[in-house]
């Protein structure tokens, strides 16, 4: 039996660090809770916390479809991300989210010599890495495309057996990896639209500031940040069963 490292749902984790960091802005400014910006940031962070949870009790050993919430939800993620650097930029983006809603509205022509009647994952891309220069890693592009397969239950993908720890393990790392990135990435890109790239100050428990004078919850965050990336890298999985199942001892 493998499951993911308990250590990922300590009380104290990014998620829950993002969730008060946000809510404390939102109580600074509460316009934000109807702009689209944040409608994006919003699927992004619903995104993660499913991930993360449909996690919890998954036996990793028995896993044999690539983690497919995991997969479906991370597509997601990834395009609401791409979409949510898109529009900071430039706020005639939203005539291409129209479009992908309803593709009977037209997009500003500005973006016809990218997306030339059609939009998908690697145009928002092409988007905001050519149009915008954004530098956004490759990689992000790679995995939403692997997840194509799936957005339908196909039934072709490659079946990984009990035994194929390391594959696994492999698409686990990839898959929390870019979940991070696009969360931790779409807060970063809601204090600079919102808040003047300001981190709001909170009472963290493990605030390194004990002065309020002197506070900087912008290491907090990178304190979490990091936190989470080692335990991807380093402490991944436990093989203590944290439930005793009463249907199979
Ligand atoms: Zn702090």
Redesign the pocket.
């Known amino acids: 039996m493998q499951f993911l490292n308990r250590d990922f749902y300590n009380s104290n984790n990014i998620l829950g660090y993002i969730n008060s960091s946000i809510q404390a802005l939102i109580n600074m400014n509460t316009v934000i809770l109807s702009r689209k910006e944040y409608m994006l940031f919003f699927y992004i962070k619903e995104d993660f916390t499913a991930n993360y949870f449909s996690l919890y009790t998954a036996d990793i050993d028995l896993e044999c479809l690539g983690f497919s919430v995991l997969q479906r939800n991370t597509r997601h993620s990834i395009e609401a991300f791409l979409d949510l650097v898109n529009l900071s930029h430039d706020s005639d983006y939203l005539s291409v989210m129209e479009h992908c809603a309803d593709r009977n509205k037209q997009y500003n022509s500005k973006y016809h010599s990218i997306l030339r009647g059609s939009c998908n994952i690697p145009k928002k891309y092409k988007i905001a890495t050519q149009m915008y220069n954004e530098n956004i890693p490759r990689d992000l592009l790679t995995i939403s495309s692997k997840t194509n397969n799936y957005t339908h239950p196909n039934v072709f993908v490659d079946i990984l057996n009990y035994n194929d720890y390391d594959k696994k393990l492999e698409i686990l790392r990839n898959l929390l990896s870019a979940n991070l990135y696009t969360l931790t990435s779409a807060y970063k890109l809601i204090l600079k639209i919102f808040n003047n790239n300001m981190t709001p ?4 428990p ?4 004990p002065n309020p004078y002197f ?3 912008s ?2 965050f990178l304190n979490e940040e990091a936190r989470f990336q080692n335990l991807i890298k380093n402490a991944l999985i436990t093989y203590t069963n944290p439930f005793q199942n009463p249907y199979y001892q």
């Not at 100050?201 to 963290?204: D, S």
């Not at 493990?206 to 500031?209: D, E, G, L, R």
């Open positions: 100050i909170l009472t963290c493990t605030c390194p500031f506070k900087n919850c290491q907090c």
